[in-house]
Nanobody, 122 residues
């Protein structure tokens, strides 16, 4: 298990861009897959994107593919989510997660960040 700290959320107009960051601290021997999930008010937490430690495997939620890009910098133990062409329906609290494999299921991740708010106005 590692500690995760997100940053980069904020408010933007529709069509705008934001980049989220998630930095992991803890045992450097552990090389986890990392992911972004989000939760909008009144809705369940949903998968957004995931990336393997080596960066060779990436998966995206269909509605964000082509607009969002997940990447990582292992030297900095930091993962990024570049979000372009943002829509009001992207408004949510975004959570960083780490786990053994890059999957789309939240309960496969055993470390979570505190969340960062993203608000997209129309």
């Amino acid at each position: 298990q590692v500690d995760l700290v997100e940053s980069g959320g904020g408010m933007v107009q529709a069509g705008g861009s934001l980049i989220l960051s998630c930095t992991a601290s803890g045992p450097t021997s552990w090389k986890p897959a990392m992911a972004w999930f989000r939760q909008a008010p009144g809705k369940e937490r949903e998968f957004v994107a995931t990336i393997s430690w080596g960066g060779g495997t990436k998966y995206y939620l269909n509605s964000v593919e082509g607009r969002f890009t997940i990447s990582n910098d292992n030297a900095k133990r930091t993962m990024y989510l570049q979000m372009n062409s943002l829509r009001p329906e992207d408004t949510a609290v975004y959570y960083c997660a780490a786990g053994p494999v890059p999957v789309q299921v939240a309960n496969r991740y055993n470390s979570w960040g505190q969340g960062t708010q993203v608000t997209v106005s129309s």
